[in-house]
């Protein structure tokens, strides 16, 4: 080989140059591979460089996979030592309450066995006083019923004087209270696994922590994906029973005054704070008299300042006044298991019913305007639901807790729309509770199982209302709808026509944007009985 084919970028040799390459022009000769040898050893180098660099990477991800072993055996010790502890105070829990269960239940017996010697002797006494005397009466002459009146006269005299105890001393009220509930869910909750997928070299450190952080001390930084701002306004409470603090909470609300109004179901009570979080008032008292509380849910606050409280256990509502004052109730002897409680615009008293499963509307004097739901799946059916808002249309917003979705109705209760499935995902719930609508209309709905807040968008909530309310007169035209994903620019005007539309699948145009909001096509000229049908026209859905 004495030459080297540039364009072939191979050696060849003499016959060649003259042959099949001799259209290839630049032939170099090859006196010395130095120029080619260096160039190679160039290479070489480039790529033996990062051999060290791979030898570092290799080494740290297995000492990372090392640690992530050894930081889960931890996580595993420390799960199981946790619940030990747990399991170890309930079965200390258990024998305290067994151990007083048995002095409680012991002194009681004392007691009423001591009554019954008292009345088993005096039933003696009696008894045999009875017979003799009964004996002589009917056996004996008139000298032994003379010696018998003397000797049992003042016997018997006695007898029917003396006191006994026939009232009993103690009662047989001996029972076990607990409300797990709240403990379950505290259960269901406790723990969490901390992790995130963040990684040193794609991760940039902000904030006004920085300037304070000390090189060397052990600092503690918070990973923030979500693009909502969620800063906390101002916390308020800790647990504990004495104002201010909290076992159990469960409705809260706020008034036109300025205050937040929250329910303590396990304390019993409801608690009155300033806007600014300063503790203003506790009112409550256990029992299930009229004005006294049992357990406290949803609470609410209608014009006039009344703090309105569904009592779960007394089933009823109470009504105080702004400092606290009782004032009367209602519903009892129709609710089963109030639980969420909400005021509409026209004074009305919306109460959730958990265990029955529906909802009561009441006039403030307590008489019932309507009521609409059973237990089920369906569109006006609930499966335990929880908590319920007013918005700003004085429509009805239930939160669905085992069917997993948000349901909304009008003032009558006619069912307009719902949203939500079961799951993890943006729009999803698992059991949600709690429900509000601010001032904007937004649906802010707490979804417990997943411990998050979510707030559906738009699109959500205008494509159910419209496919309810526009177009739930042509459900006979079932298949001759298409539903386009494009850019919001949603507005409160509805410019969709009476045109005949009804649900299909079809996919979104290649060309579309990210998925955000909702363009109706509807066929203007569509019937019944599978005709051919135009092309689509399309026309914005600003539901």
Not at 14 to 38: I, S, V, Y
Request: glycine share 8%; hydrophobic share 35%; with cysteine.
């Amino acid at each position: 080989m004495e030459f080297y084919c540039e364009p072939c970028e191979t050696a060849m040799c003499r016959e060649c140059t003259e042959g099949e390459r001799r259209e290839h022009r630049d032939h170099r000769a090859l006196r010395d591979g130095h120029q080619h040898k260096a160039a190679l050893q160039h290479q070489l180098d480039a790529v033996r460089a990062r051999l060290p660099q791979l030898a570092a990477a290799v080494g740290l991800v297995a000492e990372i996979s090392r640690q992530l072993g050894q930081r889960r055996a931890e996580a595993e010790a420390e799960i199981g030592s946790s619940f030990e502890e747990l399991e170890a105070a309930l079965r200390q829990r258990r024998e305290v309450l067994l151990r007083d269960l048995e002095a409680t239940c012991a002194a009681k017996q004392q007691v009423l066995e001591a009554q019954l010697e008292v009345l088993r002797q005096g039933q003696e006494s009696i008894l045999s006083s009875c017979a003799f005397t009964e004996q002589a009466l009917h056996h004996g002459s008139a000298t032994e019923v003379l010696l018998v009146q003397k000797q049992m006269g003042e016997r018997l005299r006695e007898l029917a004087a003396r006191p006994f105890p026939e009232h009993p001393h103690e009662n047989a009220q001996l029972e076990f209270h607990a409300e797990p509930e709240g403990l379950r869910r505290s259960i269901q909750n406790l723990g969490a696994l901390l992790t995130t997928s963040a990684t040193a070299h794609t991760t940039v450190a902000t904030g006004e922590g920085l300037r304070q952080a000390v090189v060397g001390q052990p600092c503690s930084l918070s990973r923030k994906e979500n693009p909502i701002e969620d800063e906390l306004i101002f916390r308020v409470g800790s647990r504990g029973r004495e104002k201010g603090e909290f076992t159990n909470l469960q409705g809260i609300s706020t008034s036109s005054a300025g205050r937040i109004v929250v329910a303590d179901s396990n304390n019993q009570c409801v608690q009155v704070f300033s806007n600014e979080g300063q503790f203003r008032l506790r009112f409550g008292v256990r029992g299930r008299s009229p004005g006294q509380l049992q357990r406290p849910t949803g609470v609410s606050v209608d014009t006039n300042g009344d703090i309105i409280v569904a009592d779960y256990d007394n089933r009823w509502v109470s009504v105080f006044s702004p400092e606290g004052k009782f004032k009367t109730k209602l519903g009892a002897g129709r609710l089963m298991g109030p639980k969420g409680v909400a005021v509409d615009r026209n004074g009305h008293i919306i109460v959730v019913d958990n265990k029955a499963c529906c909802v009561f509307i009441f006039q403030p004097n307590g008489k019932l305007v309507a009521r609409f739901g059973s237990r089920g799946t369906a569109e006006r059916q609930f499966a335990g639901p929880h908590f319920v808002a007013v918005n700003n249309k004085n429509e009805i917003v239930v939160t669905d807790f085992h069917n997993h979705s948000v349901k909304v109705y009008n003032a009558e209760g006619e069912f307009l729309f719902k949203f939500g499935s079961h799951g993890e995902g943006n729009g999803q719930f698992n059991a949600p509770t709690g429900v509000a609508v601010d001032s904007n209309g937004n649906i802010i709905v707490a979804d417990w199982g997943n411990s998050r807040i979510q707030v559906p968008t738009c699109a959500c909530k205008h494509l159910l209302r419209h496919l309810c309310l526009h177009l739930h007169r042509h459900l006979h035209l079932h298949r001759h709808l298409c539903l386009h994903l494009h850019t919001c620019t949603c507005t409160d005007t509805c410019t969709c026509t009476d045109t005949c539309a009804c649900i299909c699948t079809t996919p979104a145009p290649a060309q579309t944007p990210a998925p955000a909001h909702l363009y109706l096509h509807t066929y203007p000229q569509c019937r019944p009985g599978g005709a051919a049908l135009p092309p689509p026209h399309p026309i914005p859905a600003l539901l």
